[in-house]
C-alpha cells in the first residue's frame, strides 16, 4: 500500500517541481477547466489464499471526473462515480460453512483522480507521466444461503483499490485527434469482507485478493469532436504468466 | 467535417476490435478426481453378518453396573490427605484415579451394596457426587467388503451385495464422493476410537493407525481388537482408502488412535470409558468415536466430556439399538454429538434410539466394514456387514475428522452446529425441521466441506 501511495506522491511531488522548476506565475487565465463523464470497463484476473486460487474481477463504472489543466502541462481530475463489481468465482473457505460466490455485480461507489504532466515536446512527440488511483467502496448486500436446513445469511461488501504509474507519449501531429501509449506500473488489490450468521453459528473472512500482473500497455485517443468537446477512448491490456486482462475506457469533456 | 467523422470512425473501429480480441477468462482447475476408489477389487466371497445381522443392544437382562465399585468424586477443596481419610473411612479401597478429572474408583467393602454405600457418600458434604461404575455396550456390529458397496458413502440405488441382496435408493447416503472434492481429510487429525480395540494387522487399517494405543480393560499399551467391533468402527471412520481393496474410509488420511474399553466378553465400564475419554483428549485426539453407551447417566461420564470439549475435542458418540431412549454418553447433547441410524433408503432404521438429544443421523443398515483378519477365518474376506447406530457413528466422526482438518481453528460446538446444520431433512413430510429421531436429519458432507454457490436469486 506505501510503495502505490510513494508512487501516486512521486508524481504530484514531480509535477510541483517542475512548476516551480519553469517558474510560472500562476493565472486563472493559465487553467482549463474541463468537466466531463467517464466510463469504464475492466476485467482483472485476482489471486487469493495466498496466491494459490485465483478468480475473475469484473467491474465497470460511470464517474464524474473535473479536469483542471494548467498551462506548464500539469492536469488534475478528480474523479466520483458508482461502479458495479462482479466478483463471482470468490471463495471463502475460512467461514464455518464455506461459500462460493456467484451473486453478480456488487454496487458501490468510487472515489479516486488522475494527474499528468507533459515533460517535453519534440517535434510533433509530447513526452509525459501519469497516475491514477481508483478505490472503490462496494455497498454492504446480504444474500440467503440456501440448501441448509435452518435459515442461513451471509453479508459481503468488497473493496478493492488499483493505481496505475506511468510514461505517457502523445502524437499531436494530426488536427482534431491525438493517440498515445501508456505503459504503467499496475497494480489492484482489496478486500472482501464476509459475515456468516447460521442461527447460532457465526463466522467471518476478510479475504485479500491481488490482481495478477504489474505492468499494463493503454493505447488510446482524444478526439476533438468541437472547439469545447473532446471524447477520449483507450484500451488496455494487462497480461500476466498465464494470460492477459483488457479494460476499455471512454471519456468526455467539455471545455469552459 | 467529413474527415473529422471518418478518423472518429475509424479509432472506434480499432478500438472495439483491439478489446474484443483480448478478453480471457482464468478459471481455476482444481477438479480432483475421487474415482480411483471405485478401482478397488472385489472378490465375490460371501461376506457374513456380524452378530448375526443384528445391532448390538443393551442387555436388558442382569446388571447394569459393577457389584462392587462405585465411582467417587470429592469436592476440590478437600486436601488429598483428607480423601484418602475419608475413603478409609468407609471401608473403600481405591482402585484408581482418573488424572485431571479427579475421579475415583472405589473398591465397595463386600458387606455393603453399592447402592448403600452410595446413599452414605451421598450424606457427606465433602462429596461432590457418588454413582455406580456403570457397564457400557456396543451399539453397533461390523462387517463388510467394497466401496460399490459402500452406499453410505455413495447411493446410486446399487444392490448392496450379491445378487438378491436389498437394493439402496439413489442419493440415500452422505455425499461423500462429493465432499472428497474439497478434503480427504491430513494425517494430523487423529480420531480416537473408544471401543473394543482395532486390529492393528488389517491390511485396510493398519496404514491410518496412529499407535498401539491403550487398553483400559487389561490396562496396557496394547489396543489389539478381540471382539471386532473396534475395527469395523475404525474403519468406516479412517479405513485406508484408494488402496485398490477393501472399503474406504470416510476420512481417508486421518488416522485412528485405538482405545480399548471393552474385555473379553465385550463389556465396557464407564471407568473405562472415562478413562479412555481423558486419554484420547491429552494424547491430542481430535475428535473421538464412541460407538458404545449404557442407559444410566453419569456425572463422571459428563465431567469426562466436559473436559473433551474444554480442550477442542469433539465426541461423536450412537444413540443406541434398542429403539428406546437415547443412551449415555450420547445423551449429553451439551457436549456429545448424538447419532441416529438410517438406511440404505434413506429411512430411519426401526431400531435406532430417539429422544431430543439427537443430533444427526447417518446410514447404519447393512453396512460394509473392516473385520479382524482371523474373526471369520483364513477362507473369508475380512470383511462384513454391520448394523446399528455404532455404524452410523464413525461416519459422522469421519466427516468432523474432515471437517477439522480443513478449518483446524473451529471448536468442538462450531463443528457440531456445522455437522448439524448442513444434514439433509430427510423424513421433513412427516418432521419437518429437528426432530426426536432423525435430529436435524441426515449428515451430509458436500454442504459441510464444499462451499456453497450463493447466488442473488436465493435472497
Same mark, same amino acid.
Given at each position: ?256 | 467535417?467529413? +474527415?473529422?467523422? &471518418? ?6 473501429? *480499432?478500438?472495439?476490435? %483491439? $478489446?474484443? =480480441?483480448?478478453?480471457? #477468462? ?34 436388558? +437382562?442382569?446388571? &447394569? ?6 465411582? *467417587?468424586?470429592?469436592? %476440590? $477443596?478437600? =486436601?488429598?490427605?483428607? #480423601? ?376
Amino acid at each position: 500500500m506505501k510503495k502505490y501511495l510513494c508512487a501516486f506522491v512521486l508524481i504530484l511531488s514531480f509535477t510541483c517541481f517542475s512548476y516551480a522548476q519553469f517558474g510560472y506565475d500562476f493565472s486563472y487565465k493559465d487553467m482549463k477547466i474541463k468537466p466531463g463523464i467517464g466510463l469504464e470497463y475492466f476485467t482483472r484476473t485476482i489471486s487469493w489464499d495466498d496466491q494459490t486460487h485465483s478468480s475473475t474481477l469484473r467491474s465497470y463504472f460511470l464517474t464524474l471526473n473535473t479536469k483542471i489543466e494548467f498551462q506548464w502541462g500539469f492536469s488534475i481530475t478528480p474523479v466520483l462515480g458508482y461502479s458495479l463489481s462482479n466478483f463471482d468465482g470468490l471463495v471463502f473457505r475460512k467461514l464455518p460453512i464455506s461459500l462460493e460466490l456467484d451473486v453478480g455485480d456488487i454496487k458501490g461507489l468510487i472515489f479516486g483522480g488522475e494527474v499528468k504532466q507533459n515533460f517535453i515536446t519534440i517535434e510533433e512527440i509530447q513526452f509525459g507521466a501519469r497516475g491514477e488511483f481508483l478505490y472503490s467502496y462496494g455497498l454492504k448486500e446480504d444474500w440467503t444461503i440456501p440448501g441448509l436446513i435452518v435459515e442461513g445469511t451471509v453479508e459481503g461488501r468488497p473493496s478493492w483499490k488499483r493505481i496505475l504509474v506511468g510514461p505517457i507519449l502523445k502524437y499531436r501531429g494530426f488536427d482534431y485527434f491525438s493517440p498515445y501509449v501508456f505503459v504503467g506500473y499496475d497494480q489492484l488489490w482489496g478486500t472482501f469482507s464476509m459475515k456468516e450468521t447460521i442461527q447460532d453459528l457465526e463466522g467471518s473472512e476478510d479475504k485479500k485478493i491481488k490482481g495478477k500482473g504489474f505492468v499494463s500497455a493503454s493505447v488510446g485517443a482524444v478526439y476533438e469532436l468541437t472547439d469545447k468537446f473532446h471524447i477520449q477512448a483507450e484500451s488496455r491490456l494487462t497480461p500476466y504468466e498465464q494470460g492477459a486482462d483488457f479494460g476499455i475506457l471512454l471519456k468526455l469533456n467539455y471545455t469552459f | 467535417m467529413k +474527415k473529422r467523422k &471518418s478518423v472518429f470512425i475509424f479509432l472506434i473501429a *480499432v478500438f472495439c476490435l %483491439s $478489446t474484443t =480480441s483480448f478478453q480471457q #477468462v482464468h478459471r481455476d482447475q482444481k477438479q480432483r478426481k475421487i474415482n480411483d476408489s471405485r478401482n478397488i477389487h472385489m472378490r465375490q466371497a460371501k461376506i457374513p453378518c456380524l452378530n448375526d445381522g443384528l445391532p448390538y443392544r443393551a442387555d436388558p +437382562k442382569g446388571s &447394569s453396573y459393577v457389584s462392587d465399585q462405585v465411582l *467417587v468424586k470429592f469436592k %476440590s $477443596t478437600l =486436601s488429598s490427605k483428607m #480423601v484418602k481419610a475419608t475413603i478409609a473411612s468407609y471401608g473403600l479401597e481405591q482402585i484408581k484415579r482418573i488424572p485431571q478429572l479427579n475421579i475415583f474408583q472405589l473398591q465397595v467393602p463386600e458387606n455393603l451394596s453399592v447402592k448403600e454405600m452410595i446413599s452414605y457418600l451421598e450424606q457427606n458434604p465433602d462429596v461432590q457426587y457418588a454413582e455406580p461404575n456403570y457397564k457400557a455396550h456396543l451399539a453397533v456390529t461390523p462387517n463388510d467388503t467394497l466401496f460399490k458397496y459402500q452406499y453410505a458413502l455413495q447411493n446410486s440405488g446399487q444392490e448392496i451385495g450379491v445378487p438378491g441382496a436389498p437394493q439402496g435408493k439413489s442419493n440415500a447416503d452422505i455425499k461423500a464422493t462429493q465432499g472428497w472434492k474439497e478434503t480427504k481429510g491430513v494425517k494430523e487429525v487423529i480420531i480416537a476410537v473408544v471401543d473394543s480395540g482395532v486390529d492393528m494387522e488389517h491390511p485396510d487399517l493398519k496404514d491410518n493407525i496412529y499407535s498401539s494405543g491403550k487398553d483400559f480393560a487389561n490396562d496396557d499399551l496394547d489396543a489389539t481388537d478381540d471382539n471386532g467391533h473396534g475395527t469395523f468402527v475404525s474403519s468406516l471412520a479412517a479405513a485406508v482408502t484408494n488402496n485398490s481393496e477393501g472399503i474406504a474410509g470416510v476420512a481417508w488420511n486421518c488416522k485412528v488412535l485405538p482405545l480399548k474399553v471393552t474385555d473379553e466378553k465385550g463389556e465396557a465400564f464407564y471407568s473405562w470409558v472415562i478413562e479412555a475419554i481423558r486419554y484420547a483428549v491429552d494424547n491430542e485426539a481430535q475428535v473421538i468415536n464412541v460407538s458404545l453407551g449404557g442407559n444410566m447417566p453419569s456425572h463422571a461420564l459428563e465431567d469426562a466430556l466436559s473436559y473433551a470439549d474444554r480442550n477442542d475435542v469433539l465426541v461423536v458418540a450412537a444413540a443406541g439399538n434398542d429403539s428406546g431412549p437415547v443412551l449415555y454418553p450420547a445423551a449429553y447433547d451439551k457436549y456429545c454429538v448424538a447419532v441416529a441410524a438410517t438406511d440404505y433408503k434413506d429411512s430411519r432404521a426401526e431400531w435406532s434410539n430417539y429422544g431430543p438429544e439427537i443430533d444427526v443421523a447417518a446410514p447404519g443398515v447393512r453396512v460394509i466394514g473392516c473385520v479382524p483378519t482371523w474373526y471369520w477365518g483364513e477362507e473369508t474376506l475380512p470383511y462384513g456387514w454391520g448394523f446399528g447406530t455404532s455404524a452410523s457413528t464413525p461416519h459422522v466422526a469421519g466427516m468432523a475428522a474432515l471437517i477439522k482438518s480443513i478449518k483446524p481453528w473451529l471448536t468442538p460446538s462450531e463443528i457440531m452446529k456445522i455437522i448439524r446444520y448442513s444434514s439433509d431433512d430427510i423424513n421433513q413430510i412427516d418432521y419437518p425441521g429437528k426432530d426426536e429421531y432423525l435430529g436435524y436429519g441426515r449428515v451430509n458432507l458436500e454442504k459441510a466441506l464444499v462451499p456453497i454457490l450463493i447466488s442473488s436469486s436465493e435472497e
